[in-house]
């Protein structure tokens, strides 16, 4: 294992015993964004066993939140592998790419959200406030 990938497990470990804590008290789908660019990361750089562990982290908080099985995966390949490519020659800046990666993840995901429930305020609130600490987490320590 190459000594570049432990930050990545012990942030994909952390984001779990983070969801498991903060869903029953807190705040849900906490540091889903910061999965989601440790998972772009990932696949450009082809650490696909760090991979595995990213997906087995998307699984883990859907079925903390009770969302169905491999959906977040699906919208983390659908952005790499469809989105990224539309839009990556429009920024020069990696650090405002990486902010409208994480707000173009939360949108697609707030709109799936909204096809399998019905709306309510609070789940737009909860989606600006994990957001918003994902865009702090993404622009000043990552």
Do not use: W
Not at 29 to 34: D, E, N, Q, S
């Amino acid at each position: 294992m190459k000594n570049e990938t432990y930050p990545y497990i012990k942030i994909l470990f952390l984001v779990i015993l983070l969801n498991s804590v903060f869903s029953i008290y807190f705040i849900t789908l906490f540091l889903v964004g910061i999965v989601f660019n440790i998972f772009i990361d990932v696949l450009k750089k082809e650490y696909y066993y760090i991979l595995f562990l990213t997906i087995f982290v998307f699984f883990c908080i859907e079925t903390i939140q009770g969302i169905s099985a491999f959906s977040l995966t699906i919208i983390a390949f659908f952005i790499y592998y469809i989105v990224i490519p539309q839009i990556k020659h429009i920024f020069s800046s990696n650090l405002i790419f990486r902010f409208l990666l994480v707000f173009v993840f939360y949108f697609i995901f707030f709109i799936y959200i909204l096809f399998i429930s019905h709306y309510d305020f609070s789940i737009s609130y909860i989606f600006i406030i994990n957001m918003l600490i994902d865009s702090f987490i993404v622009g000043f320590l990552i």
